[in-house]
């Protein structure tokens, strides 16, 4: 059993950085792939990014890349989403998963484990 919790969120001003943060819970978390994504209001949950158990492979969304990197730190059992250049179309809840998959993916439905989303909001 795992459980996720996020931090970070906030409000910030467009072009502003925040880093969002997904702690977990459980002994084997250093074993499974992690996304995060995110949902804005009246619309449905998209993927965002997500990184393989180990650390080395990432993967992001078109509409993030160049601007978001994910990054985890296992010890730590810690997972972070560093968003760069931030616009008003990033405001949504965001939220992290694990899967207990052996890669990560871009399906929602992949994902075993959830947290309860942490509020993105970029002002123009």
């Known amino acids: 059993q795992v459980q996720l919790a996020e931090s970070g969120g906030g409000l910030v001003q467009a072009g502003g950085s925040l880093r969002l943060s997904c702690a977990a819970s459980?002994?084997?978390?250093?074993?499974?792939?992690v996304g995060w994504f995110r949902q804005a209001s009246g619309k449905e949950r998209d993927f965002v990014a997500s990184?393989?158990?180990?650390?080395?492979?990432?993967y992001y969304a078109d509409f993030v890349k160049g601007r978001f990197i994910i990054s985890r730190d296992n010890a730590k059992k810690m997972v972070y989403l560093q968003m760069n250049s931030l616009k008003p179309e990033d405001t949504a809840v965001y939220y992290c998963?694990?899967?207990?998959?052996?890669?990560?993916?871009?399906?929602?439905?992949?994902?075993?484990?959830w947290g309860q989303g942490t509020q993105v909001t970029v002002s123009s």
């Open positions: 998963a694990a899967s207990v998959r052996n890669s990560p993916s871009r399906l929602m439905g992949e994902y075993d484990y």
């Open positions: 459980g002994r084997t978390f250093s074993s499974y792939p």
């Open positions: 990184i393989s158990s180990s650390g080395i492979f990432t």
